[in-house]
């Protein structure tokens, strides 16, 4: 069994929340639930069983065994052991080998050594190698993510979440606290939505199996988030459950985050008598458990919960209470949420030297939180995780597939045989025949439409991040590179040229023209790789200017038209379109030698419809089909799941694309 | 008389450079830089300047809604884009917002500050590049450039089964598509030619020399 080290932890969210979320920290393989004094007992009955004449494996299991115990002891014992047990399956056969180095690497991890700490867990991966151990695999991911989140490298603090979860994904025992941890990031970084869904996955994963504390954490947070975002019906279901957990169990921490939600909502009501005898409560069982940021968390609650009622002098005295427990064990998190309110507190005592005081410390505080920079990499990461998981889909997908054509190779074969039975069962056999040729073809529909969904995942996502990198670099190019290029020319023209003889100022004049030039090619180039008409505008506007442009470099008649409402299209879609006319354009100047040249977007309640027509010399379709021009043009058609027809002879070539409106 | 200018931007640098290339003028002075539009609101409110030098791309706001706001706002502050998009819509959405004139970044000192002094007198002005741009634009889309418009092939067979007094559902029926697509372009064919009904169509068409 693998074992939970968690401490309690209350986090903010970007909006200054305060959600419930602890720590679930997945560690050792083994929880050790046993007092100090008997694990003692039991460290030196197994030093003992060390030196007898034992297996190697069993040696192994031992050293193991001892460095676990050590676990809430000592943490440089538990690294000796680790070690030990490390070196001595390296030296011998290899075994728990991954196990030992994941463990050096979490004691790294909490002596602050996270370079050594990556160092084993990379180990600890390499020893595993293609062994199918997925639970060690996935324990191991989950140590490195925690290793990120503290690094503030949410990008990957995601990614090894993830992994983490697929290696365990069946396994809810395994899985529970792992989702609980990720959404517990997703949350402190401002992305409720996800965070949440996350939380019910951990919810419903612990319960399934039982896992108690995180079914807990679980239960209690998505309780607070229903009171926090006025969900009554949210968090009475949640309540409740907590209520019977700590009825049922009298396990304190059940207790614990019921008094504390119980004061929440209490204090939401404005009922502050209230709020303020349950926060107590919680501070007392907090207390008991010796979880310093509850007793922070709630002695504040309690500090405010006075001032509320109107007993300033309290307020800051337990605020001061609050204070001495924070010098001993700082949490920035606890530190921003409070200071500022002590200080504002004290000023309405007139205690302005002290307000003052206060409030320098919360501006130091504040000016170490990385929020937003870390809300800005998870969006990256998220889009990331979005192209894996559809490529996943498609695997999925894929299976499917092989398996109904396998069934239907199957049917085949089973309609050959029965036509191969004669006389009496001719009748029977007709019968069986026209049902199998019916099933045959509802299954050969299914695989098509399977196909097609298939391949509609594959573009979303080919397409979606095409585009998203080329909006990068022309934003890299239109702000960067133009910008700096305009200042440099700003530069060269406020020399001044009074001084100057005739040829350096033509030489100036010169170098200035280059640089117009420069910014010319630059911004046609940002421009081609995303249309900013389409982004500020709209597709017609876009396409629009995209006809008149080429008109006028090619010298060409281009007409547009266009007919009907847009309909709701997303960005996407928008973009997709512009990069068929695009292309199908940038063709017909290429290669059709045409005089003129119409495009027409046609919208109506059926579909839009886009015809690009020229009087060129026309192409053998047959031949040109596969061109990658074509190719491009197909995929985004199929993106946007309407059809091409292609008609060409050498009157010109007719392009219609359809995309029937969505339902 | 000095002419104060302001400028927004959120490019530190070119709001240095333009503000550099600014101060080497007798007449113009440079009255405050922002390159955050709520900064820049708050001053407004303060004291405006005669001509202010408007980016379009901003980070948190719309170029071309703040200049509308701005120039119903504040009537007597001249507002200049200054932007590095050269597409005609740009240009066309700006001056209808209230802009008196438009540049591209890359624009010579000699042409900022004729364009400032010309604005400044509450006149319209726009430099020979971007005066292109617009002229271009229009020269490649006249309303009516031509008497005939232009067909696509399609509707041109349509065209032709309506001369013969086919009706929408005869015509679907030959040409193997759905009424109601027929009957979209039999809309889309009196739109391009400016009339009310089937007998105006048929007679343009004929007028136009489509069919006979």
């Excluded at chain 1, 997303?570 to 695009?582: F, G």
């Amino acid at each position: 069994m693998k074992g939970l080290y968690f401490y309690g932890m209350l986090q903010t969210n970007l909006k200054n929340h305060i959600y419930l979320l602890k720590f679930v920290i997945v560690f050792f393989l083994i929880a050790t639930g046993r007092n100090g004094f008997s694990q003692q007992k039991e460290i030196d009955s197994l030093k003992q069983l060390l030196l007898q004449e034992i297996s190697d494996s069993a040696k192994v299991d031992n050293l193991m065994a001892i460095s676990r115990l050590y676990q809430s002891i000592n943490l440089d014992s538990v690294l000796r052991y680790s070690k030990k047990t490390a070196e001595f399956s390296e030296s011998t056969n290899g075994y728990r080998l991954a196990e030992a180095y994941n463990n050096m690497g979490a004691c790294h991890f909490y002596q602050s050594s996270l370079d050594s700490a990556d160092y084993y867990y990379q180990g600890a991966l390499k020893a595993l190698g293609t062994n199918n151990d997925s639970i060690t695999k996935s324990m191991v991911y989950c140590n490195m993510a925690l290793m990120y989140g503290n690094l503030l490298d949410t990008e990957r603090e995601i990614e090894y979440y993830l992994k983490a979860i697929s290696q365990v994904e069946q396994n809810d025992k395994e899985v529970c606290s792992i989702y609980y941890n990720l959404s517990r990031t997703y949350m402190n970084s401002g992305f409720e939505e996800k965070g949440l869904q996350y939380l019910e996955e951990a919810y419903k994963t612990s319960k399934r199996s039982k896992t108690e504390i995180v079914f807990d954490y679980a239960t209690a947070n998505l309780a607070y988030y229903g009171l926090e975002n006025s969900d009554d019906e949210m968090f009475r279901r949640y309540i409740k459950e907590i209520d019977s957990l700590c009825a049922l169990n009298g396990n304190p921490s059940s207790c614990y985050s019921l008094s504390y939600l119980n004061a929440s909502y209490n204090a939401k009501q404005k009922q502050f008598y209230r709020a303020l005898q349950e926060y107590q409560k919680a501070n007392a069982i907090a207390k008991e458990i010796n979880f310093s940021e509850d007793i922070m968390e709630t002695t504040a609650m309690i500090a405010r919960m006075e001032y509320a009622l109107g007993n300033k002098v309290k307020a800051v005295k337990t605020f001061a209470v609050f204070d001495s427990l924070y010098q001993s064990s700082p949490d920035p998190d606890l530190g921003m949420k409070n200071f500022n309110l002590w200080a504002v507190y004290e000023a309405s005592l007139g205690n302005y030297n002290k307000a003052y005081e206060i409030r320098l410390k919360w501006e130091a505080l504040k000016d170490s939180v990385f929020a937003k920079e870390k809300r800005e990499i998870l969006i990256d990461s998220e889009k990331k995780y979005e192209t894996e998981k559809k490529e996943r889909e498609i695997a999925e997908q894929e299976v499917i597939i092989k398996e109904q054509e396998l069934d239907l190779a199957n049917k085949q074969r089973q309609i050959a045989v029965w036509g191969g039975v004669g006389g009496i069962l001719v009748l029977l056999l007709g019968v069986t025949f026209w049902t199998g040729k019916e099933r045959q073809k509802r299954k050969e529909q299914e695989i098509k439409h399977l196909k097609t969904q298939q391949e509609v995942v594959r573009l979303e996502s080919l397409v979606a991040g095409e585009e998203k990198e080329r909006i990068r670099l022309a934003q890299d190019l239109h702000d960067g590179i133009n910008g700096d290029l305009s200042v440099i020319k700003f530069k060269i023209d406020g020399v001044d040229k009074k001084q100057m003889s005739g040829t350096t100022t033509e030489g100036l004049n010169q170098a200035m023209n280059m640089l117009d030039n420069a910014i010319n090619q630059v911004r046609r180039i940002s421009h081609n790789l995303a249309p900013p008409s389409l982004q500020n505008f709209n597709l017609d506007e876009a396409i629009k200017q995209y006809a008149s442009k080429m008109q006028t470099v090619h010298g060409v008649e281009i007409d547009f038209q266009t007919f009907g409402e847009i309909p709701n299209f997303s960005a996407d879609e928008e973009t997709a379109l512009y990069r068929i006319v695009q292309e199908l354009l940038n063709n017909i100047i290429k290669h059709a030698e045409a005089k003129e040249t119409l495009i027409q977007l046609n919208h109506t309640e059926e579909h839009t419809e886009l015809v690009i027509e020229d009087d060129g010399k026309g192409f053998d379709t047959k031949i040109s089909k596969n061109g990658i021009g074509l190719q491009n043009i197909a995929s985004r058609v199929a993106f946007l799941k309407g059809d091409l027809h292609i008609e060409s002879s050498k009157e010109g070539s007719t392009f219609t694309v359809r995309i029937p409106k969505k339902v | 008389m000095e002419i104060s200018v302001g400028i927004l931007d959120d490019h530190e640098m070119i709001l240095e450079g333009l503000a550099t290339m600014l101060s080497q003028s007798e007449t113009i002075r440079v009255h405050g830089c922002w390159t955050h539009h709520a900064n820049c609101l708050e001053d407004l409110k303060k004291q405006c300047p005669n001509v202010l030098l408007l980016d379009i791309n901003l980070k948190n706001a719309n170029g071309i809604e703040l200049c509308g706001t701005l120039s119903k706002t504040y009537p007597n502050m001249s507002i200049i884009a200054v932007s590095n998009y050269n597409e005609s819509s740009f240009i066309k959405n700006m001056l209808r917002s209230g802009a008196k004139s438009y540049l591209l970044k890359n624009t010579s000192r000699e042409e900022l500050i004729t364009t400032i002094q010309t604005v400044y007198n509450g006149e319209r002005y726009l430099p020979r590049t971007v005066e292109n741009i617009l002229l271009e634009d229009s020269l490649g889309y006249p309303k009516l450039r031509s008497s005939i418009p232009k067909l696509t092939r399609r509707e041109k067979e349509i065209l032709i089964y309506i001369s013969e007094e086919h009706t929408n559902a005869e015509i679907a029926e030959k040409l193997f598509i759905s009424i109601k697509t027929v009957e979209s372009h039999r809309t889309n064919l009196l739109s391009k030619f400016g009339v009310k009904n089937t007998a105006g169509l048929v007679k343009s068409a004929m007028n136009a020399g489509l069919i006979s």
